[in-house]
């Protein structure tokens, strides 16, 4: 996994709660195994019912075209599980979003992908939004992982909490398997126990022997 | 200490805690999907990682399949990649398909549980965040992304934090043409879409003891729509009837084994949950959602709601939802003209749901103009179905009647509504868009769709069939 330390870029304000996966990454969009993923990004807002670009959609405007930072709302993610909707954020290098709260999937295909997750508390959450409305895009924000801040226009750095142990995870880029897989004894040892104590939980089989 | 039953199966599969403090959970069962699995077996094979538990994991083909009859791979062009992606990926790793054409392929979260793949007590993880569709037997999902499945291919556990419990108590005995599906539907409009994140939520209550096993699927099934980490019923001797002999549960004295094992599965007395909510269902009527999220519902006979009445936080998401919707704050649902009825899906193709739905379109034709398909859940539903003639009650009405998959729930595989229509469907999300763009969908149970198909617009079920009645004694 790519590892993330820092990121500047243009914050994206699109301030509304419980933007779902349909919206970030429409299924419609993934066609092919390989679909473009820059593309796909919020593809059904991007654009008008005859196919034009939508002038009116935040990321379509000449100051938000090439963001790093996407600022919204509650409950970010809900709904699939699809990871096209993080692989899309990276392939518009989106590497940071600020929400006031994740969908419990998305947070955790975010972790997943070196895309960093930060849920401000509702005061500092409100006045992060009215600086990034502000800057409208002409002055890029700084967010740095190893000292947990946020530094930009219109005010002073704001710091925000996460779980140390995804702190770590996403500065050093850590193989999530690798990291499992040191723990291969306990998982042989419990597949062992399991196998004796109840052991049709270690096997699965069609008894009509197909 | 009191423990909840969540926590004694959290427990029970709890192999190591990780150095960053994530606990290892171990899988039992693995069920993908061909829409995820093709770009975990890639990159997998590009860490040079094999599959640990072949054995234990299972590959359906469901988001992508055509649903019409004497389909293959490319009845759907869009899909064919990903079956042959999925069928190529699966035999090079030693998983069993069920692919187009097997007798028993489907929706994952219908197959796995009627198979008897789904035990009580036992870990599940699919791709999909309808996952805990299987918890309605007791059994402890998990819905991932695509990175997390390969993890889960080469170590056989997720790495998760501990989510906290909820316990949601249901209470009263159910109305007549009121559901698990209308009970749900009320649970997340009363929590929010965002209700239960960060739980995993235990039903629990006499009215979950009184549904039958398909029913209590149908109640897990939806818990993600409040965003709930996974949700299930603790097992009881209806959840062992209705498992028993099936082809994948355990035979003999194992079986009296684990039976043993699963009559222990129950939260303990004193257990405490984080959280606790009590519904009293027995004045629930038939739901319909009214919005672009679940949680944007309301009683059949009730009113589109006005803004003026919600929380503030709620508003402009109720402005934006009637303008998609084309409906007016202070209307009613009912009698809303329909352009389509779609009856499938994870949440509600299950066969007592095709049952309860051809119940109320016997003897109906579907109304002129409206297009009406049943998807059933699985080809052994479609079998079974056929066999007690529901095809033919379907099919004379004036329905479609297709073969499995998941179809027009998220449109994967190219079924979908044309602009502007508007659609009574029994699957899981009224997402703008979700069913084709600018389609307005309204979520509601099996016999609130079927209804809806015959009189060609919403309808409170139980006025139709009482209509019926009446006509019958006259």
């Given amino acids: 996994m790519q590892p993330f330390k820092s990121h500047t870029g243009i914050a994206v304000p699109l301030i509304k709660d419980d933007i779902n996966t349909d919206q970030i990454a429409p299924v419609q969009a993934m066609r092919n195994l390989k679909p473009d993923y820059k593309q796909l990004l919020f593809m059904r807002a991007r ?21 790093g930072i996407l600022v919204t709302g509650q ?3 809900a709904g699939s599980s699809r990871e096209s909707a993080v692989w899309g954020m990276l392939a518009n290098n989106i590497r940071v979003i600020v929400a006031k709260s994740f969908a419990d999937i998305y947070r955790e295909n975010c972790l997943q992908n070196g895309l960093l997750p930060i849920v401000l508390a509702p005061a500092e959450a409100g006045a992060f939004e009215r600086r990034v409305i502000a800057a409208n895009g002409a002055t890029p924000f700084t967010v740095d992982l190893e000292t947990q801040t946020i530094s930009g226009p219109g005010g002073p750095d704001i710091t925000f909490e996460i ?14 398997i690798g990291l499992t897989l040191t723990h291969t004894e306990d998982i042989v040892a419990f597949e062992q126990e399991m196998a004796a104590a109840q052991p049709w939980l270690q096997t699965a089989r069609d008894s009509r022997g197909s | 200490m009191p423990k909840t039953l969540f926590e004694k199966i959290w ?7 990780r150095i960053d403090g994530r606990e290892l959970i171990y899988i039992d069962r693995h069920v993908l999907h061909e829409l995820h699995a093709p770009h975990a077996f890639e990159s997998l094979e590009k860490q040079g990682r094999p599959v640990r538990r072949p054995d234990l994991t299972f590959s359906m083909q469901d988001h992508t399949v055509s649903t019409r009859p004497g389909r293959t791979d490319t009845s759907n062009p869009d899909g064919a990649p990903f079956l042959r992606a999925m069928r190529e990926g699966s035999r090079r790793n030693g998983i069993r398909v069920f692919d187009l054409g097997d007798p028993e392929q489907g929706i994952s979260h219908v197959v796995a549980p009627e198979l008897g793949m789904v035990l009580p007590g036992a870990t599940h993880a699919v791709p999909d965040s309808h996952a805990s569709t299987v918890g309605g037997l007791g059994a402890l999902a998990f819905g991932c992304g695509t990175t997390e499945l390969a993890h889960i291919l080469a170590t056989q556990v997720m790495a998760l934090k501990r989510p906290k419990s909820m316990r949601i108590r249901l209470d009263g005995r159910l109305g007549a043409q009121v559901t698990a599906k209308d009970v749900a539907l009320k649970i997340i409009a009363e929590l929010g879409v965002a209700g239960g994140r960060g739980f995993v939520v235990e039903y629990a209550g006499s009215a979950v003891r009184a549904m039958p096993i398909e029913q209590r699927m149908t109640l897990c099934n939806l818990n993600i729509e409040m965003g709930g980490r996974s949700g299930f019923v603790g097992p009881d001797d209806a959840t062992f009837a209705w498992l028993k002999g099936r082809p994948w549960t355990p035979q003999g004295a194992q079986w009296d084994q684990a039976l043993a094992q699963w009559r222990k599965l129950k939260s303990d007395d004193d257990a405490t949950f984080d959280q606790e909510h009590r519904l009293d269902c027995s004045s629930l009527e038939p739901q319909i959602s009214w919005g672009t999220d679940p949680s944007q519902v309301v009683g059949i006979s009730e009113r589109v709601p006005d803004v003026a009445n919600a929380r503030a936080s709620r508003r402009a998401a109720m402005e934006s939802a009637y303008d998609y919707m084309g409906v007016a704050p202070g209307a009613p649902l009912v009698g809303l003209p329909v352009n389509r009825v779609f009856i499938g899906s994870c949440t509600n193709a299950r066969l007592p749901d095709l049952e309860a739905a051809a119940a109320v379109v016997r003897g109906r034709r579907v109304a002129d103009g409206v297009i009406a398909m049943v998807v059933p859940g699985s080809s052994s539903v479609k079998r079974q179905a056929e066999e007690k003639g529901l095809d033919r009650v379907f099919r004379d009405a004036g329905f479609a009647w297709g073969e499995s998959g998941c179809s027009m729930c998220a449109g994967g595989n190219g079924d979908r509504g044309e602009p502007g ?3 009574v469907s029994t699957t899981n999300r009224n997402f703008e868009n979700r069913q084709g763009p600018r389609v307005r969908t309204h979520l509601a149970s099996p016999a609130t769709a079927a209804a809806a198909a015959v009189t060609g617009c919403i309808t409170d079920v139980r006025q139709l069939i009482a209509g019926q009645s009446l006509t019958g004694n006259a």
């Fill in chain 1, 47 to 67: 654009k008008r019912d005859d196919g034009s670009e939508n002038p009116d959609f935040v990321l379509n405007k000449p100051q938000f075209r090439n963001p």
């Fill in chain 1, 75 to 77: 409950n970010f993610g």
């Fill in chain 1, 163 to 176: 779980a140390a142990a995804d702190r770590t995870r996403l500065l050093e880029g850590l193989d999530d």
């Fill in chain 2, 11 to 17: 427990d029970a599969h709890l192999v190591a805690t």
């Fill in chain 2, 421 to 423: 229509e508007r659609i």
